[in-house]
């Protein structure tokens, strides 16, 4: 069983940057892959980026690929999402997902999440 907590979100300009943190409990979650998600109003939710349980390899959504660096600290149970140039359609509510099994884009392929935080950037 693991547990996640995401924090970082909050309110920035066109432009500006965010790291959000997904820190987590429970046993062997060095051995988990974790991913991130975002839902805007109104639409599903929609893969943004992952990560492999050692870190050697991240996956990114074309939309942010170039703009946001996910990395993990298994020394202290965390991964982050570092989102920089952020743009006004990157306003959606952050989900982050661990999974035992291989990497995927599917939220459907992810056992536990956390509640999310809310990440909004103005024009």
């Known amino acids: 069983q693991v547990q996640l907590a995401e924090s970082g979100g909050g309110l920035v300009q066109t432009g500006g940057s965010l790291r959000l943190s997904c820190a987590a409990s429970?046993?062997?979650?060095?051995?988990?892959?974790v991913g991130w998600f975002r839902q805007a109003p109104g639409k599903e939710r929609e893969f943004v980026s992952a990560?492999?349980?050692?870190?050697?390899?991240?996956f990114y959504a074309d939309s942010v690929k170039g703009r946001f660096t996910i990395s993990r600290d298994n020394a202290k149970n965390t991964v982050y999402l570092q989102m920089n140039s952020l743009k006004p359609e990157d306003t959606a509510i952050y989900y982050c997902?661990?999974?035992?099994?291989?990497?995927?884009?599917?939220?459907?392929?992810?056992?536990?999440w956390g509640q999310g935080t809310q990440v909004t950037v103005s024009s």
């Open positions: 990560i492999s349980w050692s870190g050697g390899s991240t």
């Open positions: 429970g046993r062997n979650f060095i051995r988990h892959v």
């Open positions: 997902a661990a999974d035992r099994n291989v990497v995927t884009r599917s939220p459907s392929g992810y056992d536990y």
